[in-house]
């Protein structure tokens, strides 16, 4: 199920960059990396649950929250609260 759903977000990732603006690619591309991360970590935990994966990008954006400027912490939150609802 988690690799389905990182699929899905990667994906969607994927069909944006012909239209994203350059905030949105360098959001998209931040994100890219914990998502992959998560998913990896669930994988290797023996973890299936969507919700747990979710939870381990939240928690992985959260650490590493001084690696951006408060307002791309915010471009980075709102792209991925979009993608989960796209994702469904």
């Known amino acids: ?3 389905e759903y990182e699929e899905k977000i990667l994906d969607l990732i994927d069909a944006m960059v012909e239209t994203a603006s350059d905030d949105e690619l360098f959001a998209s591309g931040y994100l890219r990396g914990h998502v992959s991360l998560a998913a990896a970590d669930c994988e290797q935990d ?3 649950e969507i919700s747990a994966m979710k939870i381990r990008v939240d928690e992985s954006l959260k650490e590493n929250s001084n690696e951006l400027n408060p307002s791309d912490q915010v471009l980075v939150g ?3 609260a979009s993608l989960q609802e ?3």
């Open 86 to 88: 796209q994702a469904g």
């Open 78 to 80: 709102n792209l991925w």
């Open 1 to 3: 199920m988690i690799q």
């Open 46 to 48: 023996g973890i299936e």
